[in-house]
C-alpha cells in the first residue's frame, strides 16, 4: 500500500484511489480519419514499461479529481504528482533518481544469485 | 511438575496455573508457553509429522518451531498454533495434531515405512491415474492422513487494524533494539518499538551470554530502560506484536496478539493489525539458531541449544539434567555454563572443530567441571523408541562410540534473521567468518544493528551502533557490557554428517515440518532439479509454515556441495511476506460477515419483508426477487403467478435501486450526444429515450432511459449495478478529455425512489392514485414525463415499460415513498394489482424481447449485434465509441447476433448457458469437438405462451431466422431441437405499449 499525495487534497492511503492507467494518451479530435490500426493503437495499445510510468489516478473517495502521477513500477516509488493541467514532465527529471531493487536486472527478477 | 526449576528465572511467577493436554490435566506456572509447561511435566512427545507420522517433540523455543504445532481446543479450535509462542493460562486446552487414533500410536506412521513412494516429488509422480481416482480415492485419502490440525468451524474472532506514522520503527526490543532506543529518549523523533515476546530483552533473557551492563545485572538494566523509555514522551512500546511484513515505501505490518497469556474474551477484539509507515526502519530482530542433519535428527528430544538455554533462564525449567550437545561453533558453551549453575552436567560435549580450533577458556571450562568432551567429532545419528535413547558419536579417526542420553542439543550456528530485511528488497552476502547470510546493501531506509547485521560480538556493538546511528544526531552511548563467556566468534561449515546405516527408519532431515530428507535433496537434484527455487517447489522443502527458518540456509549449503558451488552462487530462495503465518481474521479486520459489503435497502423494503419478499442481492442493494403468496409456493409458481398476473391486470415493481444521474450545465446537450449512441439534439424537450452507453472499443456498457428537460438539463437513469461505473465514466470525460465542457453531474440515485407499474389496467390504477394529472394516451404518450409538486417535493411521472405492456414509472422524495407505494396498493386492490420482483420483471422483458445489459451482453457486444442500430445517431459526428462500430471487426456479418429460440416440442424446456449447436446428438465420447454457434443468454417458461422461450447469441444469427437447430443439455447427449426465431415474442407491434 502507497501513499499518494492528491494535489487537490494532500497524502491519503492507496485504497481511497483508483489507478486510470497510461497517462497522455489523447482521444483523437477526429476519430473518422483515422484508419482501424491507428484507432485500435488509441483503443487498445498502451505501454507497460518496468521503471518510468506516467499514469493516472483518481481520488474515487475523495476529490474524485484525475491527475497525474510519475510512478517507477518496479519499485511503486512515486517520481511526481502534477495536475492534468500541469505539462508533462521531461523523462530526463527522473531517470537520475530511478533506484531499483538491488543488483535487479533491467527486465524480470528471480535468484539474486543470477541477478548479476 | 517433576522437571528441574530455575529459581533465578524473573519470567514465571509462582502462581500455579492447570492446563490440559491431550485430555489429561496438568500442572504450569503463569508466564510459560504450552512448550515450557509441558517440559516442566516431562512430556516430550507433542504430535505426528506431516507426511511420516514420525513422533515428534519440542524442537526450539520461539517462532522458528517446526515441530511442535498444537490445536488449541477452547478458543476458537485454532490449529496448527506453536506450542512453543503460544502461552499458557488456567483452563487451556491443547490437544496434539495429525495423528490417529492416539499420539503414542499412530496408524498413519506406517508411511515412514513406504517412504520410498513419498520421496521428493512425489505427488507429481504418483496419482496420476486412472482417470477419477484423484477425486475419489488419493485425494481424500491424502487429506486425511497428511496434514496438520483441523480447520476451526463457526470461526468468529474480532481483529481491528491501526495506523501508525512515525519517524523511526524499531523492531525487536532485544538488546540491540534496547540500545537503539535509549539512544533516541528524549530527541525529536517519533519512535514505535515492536517486541514480538511480551517482555522486553530478546538475550538478555534467553541466555546467560550477557553478564552486566554498565555494572547493572541484565534484568535491571532492562528494567531501567523500559522505565526510562515510558517517561520519554516519544518512544512507544508495543508488545505481544511480530512484525511480519516489510513492504515498499517503509510500510511494515506487525500483529500484535492482544490476550498473551490470557484466556480471550470473546466480546473484545483479539488482534490488532498494525499498519506501521515509518522514515527509517531499524531491524534488531536478532539471530536464529539453525539445525544439523544427522540420522534421525528429528527424534523427541533433540533440542536446539540455544533454545535449551532459553528454557532454562527464560522460563525456569530445565528439559533435562544430562543432555548431551552438539556444536560447530563458540556460542554453545553458555548452555553448560547455564547447567552448571543449576548443578547440571552436560553428559556429553561434542565439537566438531579441530582442537586447536577450540577456544582454550570452553577447553578449560569443560575439564574443570569434568565433562565428557568430544572435540573433531560429530553426531552420527541417534536412536530411541519415541524419544532419543542412544546418541553415536563418530571421532576423528572414523569410529562410532555410543552414549545413554535422553537429550541431544545441536548447534549448527546462527542465521541472521534476514528475513524481514530481504522483503524489503534488501540485497544480502554470504559471510565466511559467520557461515551465513548477513544484509548488505539496503534498499530502503533501513538500518541493521546487532546479530541481525550479522555482528554476533557483544563488545562491538555499541560501536556498530553509534556509528549506524549517528545520522540521527543523537548521543553516543558506551555502556559496558559484561559477558560470561569469550565474546569472539568462530564456527566451521558443518551442514549434515555422515550416517553408515540405512534402513527404513533412518531419515536424516533437512525440513523437519514437510518432512524433507537430505535424501530427497540429492535425488531432486540427480532429477535435474539443480536450481533453488525449482529444488525447493519440488521437494516441498522449507514450505512448511515455519518456512524452514532453522533449515533453509542448510539445504543451500548441502546443495552448494552436490552441486559443488559456493553457496553465495547458488543463492537463497525468496523471502516473501508474511515472516510468520498471519490469520485470515487479522487481516479482515473489521471487515466481516454484516460489516464486509453495506447493504443497501430501498424505502419499501420493509413492506416487501411484511409481503414475504425473497430477496436478491443486486450489488450491495437487496432487491425483491419474488414475492410468496404462500408458504408453500414456489419461486416457480411465484414467478408465473406474478407475470401473469401483470400481463392480465397490473404489476408494480419497486425499481428505486435503478441509478439516476441528474446532467446540467450551459453543454450539457453537446456532453450527452458525446457520451450515448443516441442523438438527443432534434428531440423535443419533455420526452424520453431509450439510450445505449459504449465505451470506446464499441461494446455495450450500459443503457438506460434519457429525460430531456430542455438543452440544459437531462436526467439519466442507468442500470442498478452500473450507477457508479457510469458516473466514473461521465466524470472521468468531463475531466480527461473535454474540460471546457461546462456540464455538472449529481448522483440522484437515492434522492428518488421509484416504482415501475405495468399492465393493461395500470391507467385506471393511476388515474385514482394521481387524480390532478391527465393520463390520457394523447395528452399522456408513451415515452414522455410530466413533473409535479407532491407534498411539496418534486415528483415525476414518465411513461415507459419494462414489460411491453402500458406502465408509467413513478420518481418520488423517498421521506412520501412508503405513503404513495401503500396509497396505490390501496386503490390497486381493485384492479387486480401484483407486487412482483426482479425474477418476473427478467421474464416479462424476455417475452418483450428486451435485453438485459450483462445478460444478453458481456462485454463483447456491439449495438449493431443485437438490433439496436436504429439507435446510433450515426449523423452525430463523434461519441464514445462511434469509431470503433466501423472497424473491421465489428462489420464481420458472422458475429453473435441476438436471437429468440423456442424448442420445437413445446413442452421442452431450455436451461441458460446451453450452447447452440448444429447436431442432434452429441457423439457419446467427445474426440473432435462439436462447433459451436451460440450460447443462450436468457430462458424462461412463459406463462403467456404457455411454452418456453430463450434468448441467444448465435453467430451469424440474423441470417439465420425460421433455422432449425439444437440446443445442448445439462445432462446426457441428446439436444433439443430448435427454431431461431425473432426474439420478440408478445405484442411485436408495440400496440400494449404505446395504446
Known sequence: MILINCPYCGEREQSEFTNGGEAHVIRPKDPDILNDKDWGQYVFYRSNPKGIFYERWVHTHGCRKWFNVVRDTSTDTILKIYKLTDNKPDISEFQSTLKSPSGEPIVGSGNFAVKK | ?????????????????????????????????????????????????????????????????????????????????????????????????????????????????????????????????????????????????????????????????????????????????????????????????????????????????????????????????????????????LKNTLVTTYNFTNHLIALEDKFSGKKIDINKSELTLHKIRTTHTILANGHIERFISFRNNDLPGVMLASSFEKYIERYGVVPDEKPAIFTNNSSTISLVKSLINLNCKPCAYIDSRKKEDIEDETKEYLIKNNIPFYPESEVEGCEGNKKVEKVFIRNNSNKISSINSSMLCPSGGFNPDIHLFTQSKGLVKWDEKINSFKPDTAFQNTITLGSVSGNYEFKNLCEEINKKLSFLKVKDLNPEIETNIRDDFSIEELWETKTDKTSKWAKSFIDLHNDVTTKDLKQAINEGYDRIEHLKRYTTNSMGTDQGKISSINSLGIVSKILNKKISEVGTTTYRPPYAPLSFAAIAGRSTYEYYDPERKTPIHNWHIKNNAVFEDVGQWKRPWYFKKHETETMHQAVQRESKQTRRSAGILDGSTLGKIEIKGKDALEFMNLMYTNAFTKMKPMTSRYALMLGEDGMIMDDGIICKINDKHFIATTTSGGAPKVFAHMEEFLQTEWPHLQVYLNSITEQFTTFNISGPRTREIMRKVFTDIDFNNEKFPFMTFKTFNYKNTEARIMRASFTGELGYEIYISPQYALELWELIFKHGKDFDLVPYGTETMHLLRAEKGYVVIGQETDGTVTPIDINFNWMIGKKKKDFIGKRSLTRSDTVRDDRKQLVGIIPLNKSQFIEEGQHVVECENLPNKIKTPVEYLGHISSSYHSPNLNHCISMAMVKGGNKLMGKKLFVSTPKGTKNIPVEIVNPVFIDPENKRLTS
Open chain 2, 1 to 237: 511438575m517433576s522437571a528441574l526449576k530455575n529459581k533465578n528465572c524473573n519470567y514465571i511467577s509462582n502462581k500455579e496455573i492447570k492446563i490440559t493436554f491431550d485430555g489429561r490435566s496438568y500442572s504450569a506456572y503463569e508466564g510459560d508457553t504450552i512448550a515450557s509447561a509441558l517440559l516442566r511435566n516431562n512430556i516430550r512427545l507433542i504430535g505426528r509429522s506431516f507426511k511420516y507420522h514420525r513422533p515428534r517433540g519440542i524442537y526450539t523455543c520461539g517462532i522458528e518451531e517446526p515441530n511442535a504445532l498444537v490445536q488449541i481446543l477452547n478458543e476458537h479450535n485454532e490449529p496448527n498454533t506453536r506450542a512453543t509462542i503460544k502461552r499458557a493460562y488456567e483452563g487451556i486446552n491443547i490437544c496434539s495434531q495429525n495423528r490417529w487414533p492416539s499420539l503414542s500410536f499412530d496408524i498413519g506412521s506406517i508411511n515412514n515405512i513406504l517412504s520410498p513412494i513419498f520421496s521428493a516429488g512425489f505427488y507429481y509422480k504418483t496419482f496420476m491415474g486412472p482417470k477419477g481416482f484423484w477425486k475419489k480415492i488419493y485425494e481424500p485419502l491424502i487429506r486425511r492422513t497428511a496434514g496438520l490440525g483441523k480447520p476451526p468451524k463457526n470461526f468468529r474472532s474480532k481483529s481491528i487494524h491501526q495506523n501508525h506514522n512515525v519517524d523511526i520503527l524499531i523492531v525487536g526490543g532485544g538488546l540491540s533494539g534496547l540500545l537503539a532506543a535509549r539512544k533516541l529518549i528524549d530527541t525529536d523523533k517519533q519512535v514505535l518499538l515492536v517486541e514480538q515476546d511480551s517482555f522486553l530483552g530478546g538475550i538478555l533473557n534467553n541466555s546467560n551470554k550477557v553478564k552486566k551492563i554498565d555494572g547493572k545485572n541484565t534484568f535491571e538494566w532492562i528494567q531501567e530502560t523500559e522505565k526510562l523509555i515510558l517517561k520519554s514522551n516519544n518512544i512507544k512500546i
